[in-house]
């Protein structure tokens, strides 16, 4: 018996008895693999996954080679030189899991492990860069005054409840539009938390809460009775009067934040930069942070305020010291 698991000797003797398996018992494997897919992973992964197979098919038809797996690995490693300077290094990696993914739903070894690959991607990213594009940032106080703008019809008043969630919670757009009524959690000193069911970092949906300030509480409960909604429904919802009370897509928290704050560059995910700059501006520690957001690793918070950090940097403060006292160091040298 098998004390220790490898993953690549299992795979290399998986392959090794499906050579062996006859194509209908092949068949049904690839078919219980596609069922157990579609349970295991998130519907938006399956949408991209399906959608990178389908380009890359479009590609392979331009350039008259066969999409059917198993791919040559220097086809693939012409489709990454192809998407070189086009997409971001991170975008091509997620392209290439999901071929390889395509390759292990049909338990074929997969291309992208090839030498040949990788050094095509190392190369992309030594030509274009690794940089990622990283969403503006959109601090606490442009937020409210955004908010304070807002008249009280219906749809400022949902408005209103939308802006507070989003720079209180520094919640992602997907988990904004999942809060239901009772996911609002009231404190005594008037603030309230936010149930997070899941998220992206918590697929299995153990749960976890963010924070929501005493004023965003208000701007939420108020939207709640005006709507006169109920524990099980939705939190957030179109504005319409009578329309249906159905979650609202995440794209639109986008559009609400450029129509509010009048920035055309703003995304839903800006709010959740923003709080970490604004974190990092006021000395708060990174395991603070990461506590705020969710994250389970510092990685991400780490490079959304690498801006402000260098601003916090031993250099910046050097140079603010000789700024301030340069006239008195120059009177000493006197």
Known sequence: MKLIFDRDTE????????????????????????????????????????????????????????????????????????????????????????????????????????????????????????????????????????????????????DKAVLWVATDSWCRASEIVAFKVKDLIRQDDDSSLLFVRRSKTDTYGQGDYAFLSGRGTKAVLDWIELAKLQPTEPLLTKSQQGAKRVAMSPSTISRIMKRCTGRKDVSAHSTRVGGVHDAFRIGCDLSSIMVAGRWTSPEMPARYGRRIRASQSAAAEVSRAYEQGGQHQSEESR
């Not at 049904?28 to 991209?48: D, H, Q, V």
């Not at 331009?62 to 198993?70: T, V």
């Not at 290094?89 to 040949?116: D, Q, V």
């Open 11 to 158: 795979r290399a003797e998986m392959l090794t008895s499906l050579a062996n398996t006859t194509p209908t018992r092949r068949e049904e494997l690839i078919e219980e693999y596609r069922r157990r897919s579609e349970a295991a992973f998130a519907p938006e992964t399956l949408r991209n996954y399906k959608m990178v197979v389908r380009l890359f098919g479009d590609w392979c038809e331009k350039n008259g080679y066969s999409p059917e797996p198993p791919i040559d690995p220097r086809v693939l490693a012409s489709w990454v030189d192809d998407m070189g300077g086009r997409l971001a290094a991170n975008s091509i990696e997620t392209r290439l899991w999901a071929i390889a993914e395509l390759h292990r739903s049909n338990f074929l070894p997969s291309p992208t492990r090839h030498r040949m690959v990788d050094l095509a991607l190392k190369g992309v990213k030594r030509k274009y860069g690794a940089h990622t594009n990283q969403a503006p940032p959109l601090g606490k106080k442009e937020v409210i005054l955004a908010i304070d703008r807002l008249g009280k019809t219906r749809q400022n008043i949902r």
